[in-house]
């Protein structure tokens, strides 16, 4: 049974809100309807920001107001009025919004960190501003504020995408009143992105505000713009009269200084042990405004220590585990990087062509033989990385490069020897993104091209590692009908060059597996004199948006693609076709507040024409109108070869499958909000999946916010992979013993979260993870013949199998009678056990400047019980020594 019953869906039911370069001519809008269009000011005198609007400026801007709701009523007049106003000078935009309310007591008044988002659980009435100062109807900067004044900037794109990375530095001012509430904005010119001269009637840019009521889950909007849109900035209106705005000079340097005190448990012998290892640091970065709309960003000597750690996980599978970019750096503006972004609703295959998480990735090479001790570093230094990222005209740039340094661990072996030994080569990142807008941006085409070039000075890399990548390819994507329809795809390749032994073992790795056995029938060619591998990947897609959704996309990849040096793939070489058809509903009626339903497919095809996957699926969901809500699916797979799950064997097979899921979740207005979700699923091998979990989000006062989300499972496979033993007499499966035993797996995590915010600009977080797992094996069994259930059953079916306890394994005989050889399984059961966490405390001293304090501890234990226990498992967490990581770092932003 494939573990994760996956069907690789992507839905997207609702369009994204948007919360952002030379200014392109104004653009055809895809309405028919005219933008609604409101006129600024040039302030005359001065404006104090806070949230009064009484100063005289005020009184010469023109208020615009006419809010409809996006929902629960999409294009009914708002309940409640607000009143807009806009002035600027050389330097700043000032905006001023007046939001009247009836029952100005109810007003939410929440209180979170900087950049809070739904998992921080802030309960508050909000208003977005967004600006697509553009004007190019695609890309949008966010500002957003609450009554009690807490800060959220975000970068939109692709009409409608969010980058939640972006920051800027501005200021607001909010205040509360018998009238409703009030937010007055200073919106610092450079922080915006435009270019060229004014135009003679000055320019003109998108214009949007949005409201928040969080009592009536009610949103108002000044453009209309309701949910199932599929677009969004092509919806703004649009601000006028900005006369004699000149681009900004704009230079950013914010230099850090930090100290890092790290104390581990270890083992006294051990010459390189340090129980207590300080490192200070001191770098910093640079953000400059270059002509025409671009923005040079420089970090030197980066330090990510106040990021958030990883989950832990335990990965039984031929691939590695992608983890999300977490580093700001590498967040902000990573939205001009996306490349082969087809717009469907579902699709088979995972691929990320910029995976940033390359660049500072923990060192490849492993340890020699004989090593007693080693001291390797974590991970890789960045000495440097510098990118150019912005809009000019219809054209949008990006372009990265990082390098790393050599990196070497101390080495003592066995014998007494003690010497260095490098383990990852100095290496240069590079990535370049242009895109062009047509048809005022209803159409774009773009190209991506990426280099990896390593140092191959040390012998020691050359057998081991690629020295070059390249990748490379064109996207589009063509809106039509006010982006109802949207017809898109790439064509990309890879190339991958170095020793004949480095690409012999890229060939063998579980993305190619070109060694297989029954290579030649899938057209695949094993050579161990290549010094390169090429490959090409391309997908195709027409979508539907609004009311009735669907997709269809056609992929392929071809065997050779390789793009892991500098983004992240599972499996190549595969054709593959996925559709969706759905029907989603977003205005209130007699019981719900929304619903959606849509039916999904996705078949897939190895390169020699066998189907490596087959899926059939329904799904669902509702919000009733006391905010309550419930969703359920149910997944069909038909059997399907699987030429995988023997790691460079022959075929397999999967098992007929079935899957169900449903999950409910409570008002989320309320200060204790549930949600449980469960998944069932089962095979015709006797394989399983009963997974459970509940979340629970507690606000027990205004600028406090608790989450727990415990989760528990329990997995059986019957066809997991322990061994390959060669021999001779096992003609059916070319010559080997492939060896596959059945897996019971417990998994039991707890990821608790605690937020206290005690003013906008100080705030506390808490994370922690605590995770066991648990699996034990049995029944082993060989694959008798390729492709089919065909086992036979070690000690039942044929053969003897017996425990070594003394050593530790199984030691079986295939065939009881000494013409076979015989040959061990080490024992695989296994409990692990980690408990993972960090703790920041933040203080935003200045505008753009910050102050950290962080705690991160890790504790790991493993033992070969293979019994869960949840009491003793969870106790010895606790029972190990942990590590623990403290750090103080300060920045200091100087801007203008």
Known sequence: MRLSFALALSVVLLPVRGSAQQPAPAVARPSAAPPRSMRASRRATPVVIDGRLDDAAWAGAAPSGGFVQAFPKPGVAAPDATEIRVLYDDDALYVGIRMFDAHPDSIASGLARRDATAATGIYSDWVHLVIDSYHDRRTAFRFSTTPRGVQKDVYTYNDGSEDLNWDAVWEVGTRVDSLGWVAEYRIPLSQLRFGGDSAAGGRVWGFQVQRDIARRNERDTWAPWTQQDGAFVSRFGDLTGLQGIRVPERLEITPYVSTTLTRAPGNPANPFYERSRNRPSLGGDLKYGLPLGLTLSATLNPDFGQVEVDPAVVNLSAFETSFPEKRPFFLEGSDVFSFGQVVRQNDYGSHTYLYSRRIGRQPQLGLPAGTLYADVPNQTTIAGAAKVTGKTGPWTLGLLDAVTTEQRARVLTSGGAQYDRPVEPRTNYFAGRVKRDFRGGATTVGAMLERTSRSMGDTVFAPLLRSDATFGGIDFEHDMAKRTWIASGFLAGSNVAGSPQAIALTQRTSNHYFQRPDAAELGLSYDTTRTSLSGYIGEVALAKQGPNFGSIAVKASSPGLEINDLGFQSRTGYRAISTLVGHQNYTAGAHLRSWSAYVYQNDAFNYGGRGIFHGYAASGSANFLNLWGVNGGFTYSP????????????????PASWQGSAGVFSDSRRPVVLGL????????????????????????????????????????????????????????????????????????????????????????????????????????????????????????????????????????????????????????????RSLRGNAVMRWDYRPGSSLYFVWQQQRSGFEPIGEFDGRRDVGAIFRTVPTNVFLVKATYWVGK
């Open 677 to 832: 979700n469960g998944t069932w699923a089962d095979d015709v091998l006797g394989g399983f999946l009963r997974q459970g979990s509940v979340s629970v989000d507690a606000r027990p006062s205004s600028t406090v916010h608790l989450s727990f989300g415990p989760r528990w499972s329990r997995l059986h496979d019957t066809e997991q992979l322990v061994r390959t033993a060669v021999d001779p007499l096992a003609a059916n499966t070319f010559g080997r013993r492939y060896v596959l035993a059945g897996l019971t797996q417990t998994t039991l995590s707890l990821d608790t979260r605690m937020d206290v915010t005690i003013s906008p600009t100080l705030s506390f977080v808490m994370y922690a993870q605590p995770f066991v797992s648990s699996g034990r094996y049995d029944d082993f069994k060989e694959l008798l013949t390729p492709g089919t259930y065909d086992f036979a059953r070690y000690g039942r079916d044929r053969g003897t199998i017996t425990y070594d306890a003394a050593g530790a394994r199984y030691v079986i005989d295939p065939d009881a009678a000494g013409a076979a050889p015989s040959f061990a399984v080490g024992q695989p059961n296994f409990n692990v």
């Open 639 to 654: 059997a399907y070869l699987d030429d995988q799950i023997l790691r460079g064997g022959p075929e397999g097979r999967q």
